[in-house]
C-alpha cells in the first residue's frame, strides 16, 4: 500500500487537483452543444506541436509550447467567428472539419520526421502515469488563474453560454467574451493533454458533465456532481490501473464511462418509480 | 492511520530483509538482455523484461508495475547507444531507486565495451531517428552478445558476491556454447557470403557484419521515417537490377509494405523476430539459430 501510494501519488494528484476545472467548463460545453471542440482545439494544438519537431525543438520545451499555444489561439479566433445562429451550417461541423483536416495536416508534416507516430500517440493517449511533480504544479498553477478569472467575470461567462440571445440584448460583445472563453479553454486543453492525452481530456470534460446533466438542474448541483463524479473515477481507474496493471490514462476513462453507465441506469429507475 | 502504520512497518522491514539476503532483483529493458541475463544469473536472479518480444523497442508504452519493478530493482540492464532514450528516463524517474541511478553498480549499461558501427560523424535529425553513439542494435552479433554476457556476469559478481562463482560458471558456459555454435552458424551462412538481405529499418547491420551479409537498402527512406511511394520505387528498381530477392520484417513493422516489394520482385519475405522470446525462440542461441537457418533457407531456395 505505501509502495503504489509513492508510485501513484503524482497521477493521484494530477486527477484530483486537475478535473475541478475541466469539469466546470465542460458544464459549459455540453451546454453550448459544442461537444468537440476540445478534441478539435487540441489537435490543432498538437498541430503547433508537430512544427515544432520539424523545427527541431524538443517536445516539452518552451518554444514547442509557444507553437502550441499560438496555434490554440488562431483555433479560438475560428471558433469564436464561426459562432454562427444558422442551421444550415452547424457549428459542429465545422468543428469536425477543423479536427480532420489538422488531424491530416499533422500526418502530412509529421511523415518527414522520425518521432512523429511517436508523437502522434503520445498525444493521443499521454502519459499520465509518468507526469512529474513540476507539471502537475505548474498545470495547477494555470488552472487556479484561469478559474479565478471564470469566477471574476462569471456573469458574463454563464451568460454567453447559458443564455446568448440574453446576453446580445444586454449589449454584451458576445465576439470579445466568446474568444476569450476559447482562447483560456485552449490553454487549459492543451496543457492538460501534454499530461493525460486527448482521450483523458475529453473524458474530464464531458463525462462529468453529461452525468450531471441527467441528476441535476441547477448549475451548482450539477458542478457538484460532476466534481465527485471525475474524483471518484479517477480513484477507481488509478486503483484498477495499478492493481490489474493497465496502461492509466485509459482506465481512467473507462472508469469514467461506468460512472455515466450507472448514473443512467440509476435515472431510468428513478422515472420509472415516478411513472 | 498512524496505528495502521505501526503495525506495518515491522512487517515491511522483514520483508525488505528477506529479499535482500534472496534473489538479486534484474530489470532488463529488451529481451535479448533478458534472454543473455537470464542465461547468467539462473536461478540466482528475478528477472523481469520490460519491452515485449513483439514490441518496437525505440517506442515502449508505459504500465504502472513497470515502476514497481523498476523501484525494487537491483540492477537494471539497459542497451544504451540512446535505444531506450525515448521511454526509459521518464519511467526512472517516476521509480525513484537510486540503485540503479547512472553511474551505480547496479546500473548495467550493455553497450558499454562493444565497438558500434554507424558512429556519425554529423550528428543531424535531418538524417531520420540517428543515434548520436552509433547503431544500437549490435546484439545481432553473437559475438557481441559474448561481451555483453561477460559484462553483465561481472555486474552480477559485484551485486552478489555469494552467487559471484554460480555467475562465473554460467559465464564460462555460455562462452562456450556460443564459440561452437559460431563455428556451425558461419559454416550455414558462408556459402551466400555477399548477397544482400533487403531489411525494413536498419536494424540487422552487426548480423550482416558478421555473417558477411551486405544489409544497406532498406525500405524506410531514413531510420524511423514511414516507406514512401517514391522510395519503395526506388528500392524495387534496385532489388530488380541487382536481383535482390530477401526482404526481412520484424513483427511491430508492416508486412503488407514488404510484401508489395517482393511481389513486384519476385522476392521471398522472411519474418525475423527483433528478439528471443518468442515460441521456438526462448534462449539467444535458439533465437540465433532460427535466423541463421531461415535465411540459409531461403537463399538456398532461390536459383
Known amino acids: 500500500m505505501l509502495e503504489s501510494f509513492q508510485i501513484m501519488q503524482w497521477p493521484l494528484l494530477a486527477c484530483l487537483l486537475l478535473p475541478?476545472?475541466?469539469?466546470?467548463?465542460?458544464l459549459h460545453i455540453v451546454e453550448r452543444e459544442i461537444i468537440f471542440v476540445d478534441l478539435s482545439l487540441a489537435q490543432v494544438a498538437a498541430l503547433g506541436t508537430c512544427l515544432g519537431i520539424l523545427m527541431h525543438y524538443e517536445a516539452d520545451s518552451w518554444e514547442s509550447y509557444a507553437l502550441s499555444l499560438g496555434f490554440t489561439l488562431v483555433g479560438a479566433g475560428i471558433f469564436t467567428f464561426t459562432r454562427t445562429k444558422s442551421h444550415r451550417v452547424p457549428q459542429e461541423a465545422l468543428i469536425g472539419i477543423v479536427y480532420v483536416v489538422t488531424a491530416a495536416l499533422g500526418i502530412l508534416l509529421l511523415s518527414r520526421s522520425p518521432e512523429g507516430n511517436e508523437e502522434l500517440r503520445r498525444t493521443l493517449i499521454g502519459e499520465v502515469l509518468l507526469v512529474t511533480p513540476a507539471q502537475v504544479l505548474r498545470t495547477f498553477g494555470l488552472f487556479v488563474a484561469i478559474g479565478i478569472v471564470h469566477w471574476f467575470f462569471r456573469d458574463k461567462f454563464l451568460a454567453i453560454s447559458f443564455d446568448p440571445d440574453g446576453a446580445a440584448a444586454r449589449g454584451l460583445s458576445i465576439h470579445w467574451w466568446d474568444f476569450a472563453f476559447y482562447a483560456m479553454f485552449g490553454w487549459v486543453v492543451t496543457s492538460f493533454?501534454?499530461?493525460?492525452g486527448v482521450l483523458l481530456v475529453f473524458s474530464f470534460l464531458i463525462v462529468p458533465a453529461v452525468c450531471a446533466n441527467f441528476l441535476a438542474e441547477k448549475l451548482r448541483s450539477r458542478l457538484v456532481i460532476g466534481w465527485v463524479t471525475a474524483t471518484l473515477a479517477s480513484i477507481v481507474g488509478l486503483y484498477a490501473s495499478y492493481s490489474i496493471d493497465l496502461p492509466t490514462g485509459a482506465a481512467i476513462v473507462c472508469a469514467l464511462g461506468l460512472a455515466l453507465l450507472g448514473t443512467i441506469v440509476a435515472t431510468s429507475f428513478r422515472k420509472a418509480k415516478v411513472l | 492511520m498512524k496505528i495502521s502504520l505501526c503495525f506495518l512497518f515491522p512487517a515491511v522491514l522483514g520483508l525488505a530483509v528477506v529479499t535482500a539476503s534472496a534473489r538479486l532483483n534484474v530489470v532488463a529493458t529488451t529481451p535479448d538482455l533478458g534472454a543473455i541475463a537470464s542465461a547468467i544469473g539462473g536461478d540466482a536472479i528475478d528477472l523481469t523484461v520490460?519491452?515485449?518480444?513483439?514490441?518496437?523497442?525505440?517506442?515502449?508504452?508505459?504500465?504502472?508495475?513497470?515502476?514497481?519493478?523498476?523501484?525494487?530493482?537491483d540492477a537494471l540492464i539497459e542497451g544504451?547507444?540512446?535505444?531506450?532514450?525515448?521511454?526509459?528516463?521518464?519511467?526512472?524517474e517516476g521509480a525513484r531507486n537510486p540503485r540503479i541511478e547512472r553511474g551505480k553498480p547496479g546500473r548495467i549499461i550493455a553497450a558499454e565495451g562493444?565497438?558500434?558501427?554507424?558512429?556519425?560523424?554529423?550528428?543531424?535529425?535531418?538524417?531520420?531517428?540517428?543515434?548520436?553513439?552509433?547503431?544500437?542494435?549490435?546484439?545481432?552479433?553473437?559475438?557481441?552478445?559474448?561481451?555483453?554476457?561477460?559484462?553483465?556476469?561481472?555486474?552480477?559478481?559485484?551485486?552478489?558476491?555469494?552467487?559471484?562463482?554460480?555467475?562465473?560458471?554460467?559465464?564460462?558456459?555460455?562462452?562456450?556454447?556460443?564459440?561452437?555454435?559460431?563455428?556451425?552458424?558461419?559454416?550455414?551462412?558462408?556459402?551466400?557470403?555477399?548477397?544482400?538481405?533487403?531489411?525494413?529499418?536498419?536494424?540487422?547491420?552487426?548480423?550482416g557484419h558478421r555473417f558477411n551479409l551486405p544489409m544497406d537498402l532498406f525500405l524506410e527512406p531514413k531510420p524511423g521515417i514511414p516507406p514512401t511511394p517514391a522510395h519503395l520505387?526506388?528500392?524495387?528498381?534496385?532489388?530488380?537490377?541487382?536481383?535482390?530477392?530477401?526482404?526481412?520484417?520484424?513483427?511491430?513493422?508492416?508486412?503488407k509494405t514488404a510484401e508489395t516489394v517482393a511481389s513486384h520482385t519476385d522476392a521471398v519475405v522472411l519474418d525475423w523476430p527483433s528478439f528471443p522470446g518468442g515460441p521456438g525462440t526462448e534462449t539467444y542461441f535458439e533465437w540465433m539459430d532460427f535466423l541463421v537457418l531461415s535465411t540459409a533457407k531461403a537463399f538456398a531456395a532461390q536459383p
Open chain 2, 50 to 73: 520490460l519491452a515485449k518480444p513483439t514490441e518496437d523497442p525505440h517506442f515502449v508504452d508505459a504500465k504502472p508495475s513497470y515502476l514497481v519493478k523498476l523501484n525494487r530493482a
Open chain 2, 233 to 255: 520505387a526506388g528500392v524495387i528498381t534496385r532489388m530488380r537490377a541487382d536481383h535482390l530477392r530477401l526482404i526481412a520484417v520484424q513483427p511491430y513493422q508492416n508486412r
Open chain 2, 114 to 207: 562493444i565497438a558500434l558501427l554507424e558512429v556519425p560523424s554529423v550528428l543531424d535529425r535531418s538524417q531520420g531517428d540517428i543515434h548520436a553513439s552509433g547503431n544500437p542494435h549490435f546484439l545481432t552479433d553473437p559475438v557481441n552478445a559474448g561481451i555483453v554476457a561477460a559484462h553483465i556476469a561481472r555486474a552480477f559478481a559485484d551485486l552478489d558476491g555469494a552467487a559471484a562463482g554460480r555467475f562465473a560458471a554460467n559465464e564460462r558456459k555460455f562462452a562456450g556454447e556460443l564459440q561452437s555454435r559460431l563455428a556451425g552458424w558461419q559454416k550455414a551462412l558462408a556459402p551466400f557470403a555477399g548477397r544482400p538481405v533487403v531489411t525494413y529499418h536498419n536494424y540487422w547491420i552487426y548480423f
Open chain 1, 20 to 26: 475541478g476545472l475541466l469539469v466546470y467548463l465542460g
Open chain 1, 193 to 196: 493533454v501534454q499530461i493525460g
Open chain 2, 80 to 92: 544504451g547507444a540512446e535505444l531506450e532514450a525515448g521511454w526509459l528516463a521518464p519511467l526512472l
